[in-house]
């Protein structure tokens, strides 16, 4: 597990300073030598023994837990409860015995929730984030709520062994945390190939899987992995039958090859009990591989996500690249791609030259030079210039006609023993150079984030997408 600790401050200051600090400001007196003397931790190591003791207890917590017979008592203060909470400051009131029933992992972790009340600090694992927001919440710690909700943010890629996005997914729908269920989905988009090998992709609910299979920006190996992981979700959960036909056809089947639409339509049981909700796509996926993109736009909309390509890994739509000691010197590659996504144009390939400089600088901060005796103006250091990743095709723009590229690039990072997508770039369609590409990442440092041991893991793709030459037949 991760573990991680939430700190705020309670009413009465935690400052973590013991000894003696120079003031700000002089005392009104004039003296010079004025000084703060801190002992707040001093304070809150009182307050904990407080709590730990029960000393000058005005108020007793029964807890119970539902289900159970178990009962946890805590001998507490009414006065520190209240300042951190309006709940309890209402619940106590005129009681000095109040009894609480909790759920099982919200009870387990009631003592700690107390604690932090009393000194405004708290450790926290990944399988704990839940109730102890769930308490934060009914109580009204809005701190710890805040607190917990940036520790699940930050802590979605580490590592647990039954997998935990899907599980705060669904916490953060229940909540109505629309801010924690974007990262949540965007984390899962970039990294399904990995959520789909694990042991939270039985728990994904139907809504959640709907949401992800209507996205171009999915990281996956291919569309085929997408259709077998879907039918292993349909054949795990056994959903109702409109569920199942809804997943079924959010699958891109003109992005898998046709040998092996053969072959799902042959050997698929989930395919085979729903064939005739399928029947239409699996025909149009063949005309998809079968027709020329031009002639095929006459009679369909090309543009529709049946026939986008999501971001996969697999050889034909990219290529990695590994930047050993990225902040050195420039650092050129070239890769192929297939020119379309239709088997129509498999035999084709496109091939694209790559460019990264770790120090461009954009023309507004490079040197001037002027004629007069001063010669050029101060030179700009090095530190000033940004990374720069540009995408170029090494052929002329008529050899692809009627075909556009969707240019992606994506940032690996290590998290305990995973490689995973912290960052995902998009080019604008028809632009060669990304704009902001790693501006937030100190490429100095070897220890970067963005880095795996001293590297730079980049996987480089390449989205084929027909254009809609001739107006749709209505």
Same mark, same amino acid.
Request: hydrophobic share 40%; charged share 15%; glycine share 6%.
């Given at each position: ?79 520190? !409860?209240?300042? &951190?909470?309006?709940?309890?400051? $209402? #619940?106590?009131?005129?009681?000095? /015995?109040? *009894? +609480? %029933? ?22 926290? !694992?990944?399988? &704990?984030?839940?109730?102890?927001? $769930? #308490?934060?919440?009914?109580?009204? /710690?809005? *701190? +710890? %709520? ?41 984390? +899962? ?286």
């Amino acid at each position: 597990w991760t573990n991680s600790r939430v700190s705020s401050s309670p009413a009465w200051g935690a400052s973590a300073c013991l000894s003696p600090r120079p003031a700000q400001k002089a005392e009104l007196s004039g003296e010079a030598a004025g000084a703060t003397i801190n002992h707040s931790l001093a304070l809150i190591h009182r307050l904990q023994e407080l709590l730990h003791n029960g000393n000058a207890s005005d108020v007793t917590l029964q807890v119970r837990t539902a289900g159970s017979d178990e009962v946890k008592v805590f001998h507490t203060h009414q006065l520190l !409860l209240a300042l &951190q909470s309006e709940a309890f400051e $209402r #619940l106590l009131q005129n009681q000095s /015995v109040v *009894t +609480l %029933q909790e759920p099982a992992d919200s009870a387990a972790l009631f003592e700690k929730f107390i604690r932090y009340l009393y000194c405004g600090e708290i450790s926290i !694992l990944l399988h &704990q984030a839940i109730p102890l927001h $769930r #308490l934060a919440s009914k109580y009204g /710690v809005s *701190t +710890l %709520q805040r607190g917990v909700a940036e520790y699940m943010k930050s802590h979605l890629a580490s590592e647990s062994s039954q997998g935990h996005v899907v599980g705060w997914y669904h916490y953060a729908v229940t909540i109505g945390d629309a801010g924690l269920q974007e990262r949540c989905l965007q984390f +899962l988009a970039w990294n399904l190939s990995a959520v789909m090998g694990g042991a939270e992709w039985g728990a994904v609910s139907g809504e959640l899987l709907a949401l992800l299979l209507a996205r171009s920006d999915l990281v996956l190996q291919s569309e085929l992995e997408l259709f077998s992981a879907v039918e292993e979700w349909v054949g795990r959960r056994q959903p109702e039958a409109p569920v199942a036909v809804k997943v079924l056809r959010a699958v891109r089947y003109a992005m898998i090859p046709p040998s092996r639409l053969f072959q799902l339509q042959t050997q698929s049981a989930v395919m085979a009990r729903h064939y005739g909700a399928l029947q239409d796509l699996l025909f149009q996926a063949f005309q998809f591989h079968s027709a020329s993109p031009v002639h095929l736009a006459k009679y369909f909309d090309v543009n529709c996500s049946m026939f986008l390509p999501r971001n996969y890994l697999s050889g034909p739509w990219g290529s990695p690249w590994l930047i050993t000691n990225p902040a050195r010197d420039d650092r050129s590659t070239s890769f192929q791609t297939q020119l379309g996504p239709s088997s129509h144009d498999a035999g084709k390939r496109v091939t694209w030259n790559v460019l990264f400089s770790p120090r461009w600088l954009p023309v507004s901060l490079r040197p001037v030079y002027s004629d007069s005796a001063s010669g050029a103006l101060p030179s700009v250091r090095l530190e000033d210039g940004r990374p720069r990743l540009v995408i170029t095709p090494a052929m002329s723009s008529s050899d692809f006609a009627g075909v556009s590229f969707q240019k992606t690039v994506l940032v690996g990072v290590r998290q305990q023993a995973r490689i995973l997508v912290k960052h995902a770039y998009s080019f604008h369609q028809s632009t060669d150079e990304l704009p902001d590409f790693l501006a937030q990442a100190d490429l100095q440092r070897r220890n970067s984030e963005y880095l795996i041991d001293g590297s730079l893991h980049l996987h480089l793709i390449v989205k084929p997408v027909y254009h809609s030459l001739i107006k749709v037949r209505k």
